[in-house]
C-alpha cells in the first residue's frame, strides 16, 4: 500500500503527478452492460438486439446505439421510460402514465408540457439505471407509430474498446420507419402470390419511398434478414465520432 510523503522538490513534486496518473490508468475500466432490446409486438421472428454498451453512455449516447443496431432512421422522437420492477411493460405511458413509471428521459430539444417527471438525456448515465435491479427501462422511439423497445440487462462484461459498443447477436430484419403499426402486416403481403393492387402499392413504397426501406423487399426470408457486420462497422463509426451521429442522408443506416 502506498503512503502518503510529503513533497519537497519540484522534481518530486512531478514524479509525485506521475505516481498518481500510473496508478490511476492501472485501475481496472468499468465493464459493459450486456443488454436485450426486443421490439414490442412483432414476430415470427421478434426483432431483438444483444448489444455490449459502455457503463456512462448518457441515454442520449444510447440512443444513437438503439437507433443503429435496429436500423432506424433517426427522422423521429425518442424517450425512455424509468419504471419499477413490478410496472408492466404497455409502452411508454405517454398518454396514461402508469403507476410506478417514475420518470421519462427525453432529448432536451423535445419540448413535452404534460406535466410528467422528466430529466434530460444528456444528464443521465446508463449505470445509473441499468445498474438497478429494481428498475425497469424502455425505450419508445416516434410518438406517432410508438415503437416500444424493452430493455433487459443480461450481464457484465469487459469493454470491448475505449467507450465502444457492439452488436453480440440478434434476429429479425429492421421494421419500417412510418409504417404505423402495420410491420406485421406488410412482412404477410410479401408472402402472398397474388397481393392486391393496394397490397403492391405498399411493397412500392417500402422498397422505393420509406426511409430505411429495403429495395430487396422482404420476400423468403426476408423477415429474417439483417447484417450484423454492417451494425457493427456503424457502431465502430459512432463510438470513433464520440457517440455524435452523422448527418441525415450521409450514411445508410438499412441493414
Known amino acids: 500500500m502506498l ?3 510529503p513533497v519537497k522538490s519540484l522534481t518530486e513534486l512531478f514524479l509525485h503527478k506521475q505516481l498518481l496518473r500510473l496508478c490511476a490508468n492501472m485501475s481496472p475500466p468499468h465493464p459493459n452492460f450486456v443488454i436485450r432490446a426486443t421490439l414490442h409486438g412483432t414476430t415470427n421472428p421478434t426483432i431483438s438486439r ?8 448518457d441515454f442520449g449516447e444510447f440512443h444513437q446505439v438503439l437507433q443503429v443496431a435496429f436500423g432506424w432512421a433517426r427522422t423521429h422522437l425518442y424517450e425512455f421510460a424509468v419504471k419499477t420492477a413490478d410496472c408492466p411493460h404497455i409502452g411508454s405511458g405517454m398518454l396514461v402514465p402508469l403507476e410506478g413509471t417514475l420518470y421519462y428521459i427525453l432529448d432536451d430539444s423535445d419540448p413535452d ?7 434530460y438525456s444528456d444528464e443521465v448515465r446508463l449505470f445509473e439505471i441499468l445498474g438497478n435491479s ?15 423497445h424493452i430493455i ?6 469487459p469493454p470491448i474498446q475505449k467507450r465502444g459498443s457492439a ?29 392486391t393492387q393496394e397490397e403492391k402499392e405498399k411493397m412500392d413504397w417500402y422498397e422505393n419511398m420509406c426511409s430505411n426501406g429495403d429495395s430487396n423487399g422482404l420476400s423468403g426470408n426476408g423477415a429474417y434478414r439483417w447484417d450484423i457486420d454492417s451494425v457493427n462497422r456503424q457502431l465502430r463509426s459512432l463510438a470513433s465520432n464520440n457517440y455524435k451521429p452523422t448527418p441525415p442522408g450521409s450514411e445508410i443506416i438499412m441493414v
Open 152 to 157: 433487459e440487462v443480461l450481464r457484465r462484461e
Open 3 to 5: 503512503k502518503y510523503q
Open 167 to 195: 452488436c453480440l447477436e440478434g434476429e429479425g430484419h429492421p421494421c419500417a420507419e412510418d409504417i404505423g403499426g402495420d410491420w406485421e402486416k406488410l412482412k404477410n403481403i410479401y408472402q402472398k402470390a397474388n397481393p
Open 50 to 57: 444483444i448489444l455490449s454498451v459502455p457503463h456512462d453512455l
Open 134 to 148: 429494481e428498475l425497469r427501462l424502455e425505450y419508445t422511439y416516434d410518438m406517432g407509430d410508438n415503437h416500444t
Open 113 to 119: 408540457e404534460s406535466g410528467r417527471r422528466l430529466r
